[in-house]
């Protein structure tokens, strides 16, 4: 069975420091993978998605994450985070046969950004 | 910008007691999901409907939760009797082209507190 793994429950940053946010993954088969963003009091959306094609996928925000297959990860990265970036980020997986179908979610980053 | 509506956005129930949650989604989109997210966790597939038939419901507790969309368009999801440990937060997420982007649009969500 699928399952997504992320290793930091909270990471503390900066302003305009750079932030990774872990992500591994465990499936037997070919996976599509996302990065979903929660801010406080609102529903997720969707920062960004590997599909297919090239491995490192990027956001409208700057944000990119990279697809390693022999790794299982997917981890999310920011060259210089921002006090807006603070929200909880949210790492899932599916392999359903359709994209969205059996999403399979991580526990969650929270993302706290200091000035 | 169209969204996916929720309503209540908090209800605060006793033990034992029935509540009920719905849910619009975006116009247009045929592929509804309901997930639930305990407080630390991430979210969890409950119930996914294709128009108005249910396509999976493996991790609905079926003794006490159902969930309808009797017309397609929007559901409702009823838990009764409601235990302890049903506070959660319930989200309600919709797609457009039954996942072939991979993009689940999400309302702002139910947060149940059962006491």
């Known amino acids: 069975a699928q399952s997504v793994t992320q290793l930091d429950s909270q990471v503390p940053v900066f302003e305009e420091a750079p932030v990774e946010l872990r992500c591994n993954y465990s499936?037997?088969?070919?996976?599509?993978l996302f990065w979903y963003v929660q801010y406080p009091n609102q529903g997720l959306q969707l920062l960004l998605k590997?599909?297919?094609?090239?491995?490192l996928v990027e956001s409208i925000n700057g944000f990119e994450a990279e697809f390693n297959k022999s790794q299982t990860s997917f981890h999310l990265r920011k060259p210089s985070v921002h006090i807006s970036d603070t929200a909880e980020y949210f790492c899932?997986?599916?392999?359903?046969?359709?994209?969205?179908?059996?999403?399979?979610f991580g526990t969650g980053t929270r993302l706290q950004v200091f000035p | 910008e169209a969204e996916v509506a929720q309503s209540p956005r908090y209800k605060i129930t006793e033990k034992s007691q029935a509540v009920a949650f719905w849910c619009d989604p975006i116009?247009?989109?045929?592929?509804l999901y309901w997930y639930r997210q305990i407080l630390g966790q991430g979210p969890e597939l409950l119930v996914q409907f294709q128009d108005e038939s249910v396509v999976d419901d493996s991790q609905l507790p079926k003794d006490r939760f159902s969930a309808e969309r009797l017309k397609g368009v929007d559901s409702t999801l009823k838990i009764q009797p409601a235990e302890l440990g049903d506070s959660a937060m319930y989200l309600c997420?919709?797609?457009?082209?039954?996942?072939?982007?991979?993009?689940?649009?999400f309302g702002e969500g139910s947060r149940l507190t059962v006491l």
């Open positions: 499936s037997s088969v070919s996976v599509y």
């Open positions: 116009s247009g989109h045929a592929t």
């Open positions: 590997y599909l297919s094609g090239s491995t």
């Open positions: 899932a997986v599916s392999e359903g046969g359709l994209k969205t179908d059996k999403l399979i």
């Open positions: 997420a919709s797609t457009l082209d039954s996942g072939v982007t991979g993009e689940l649009f």
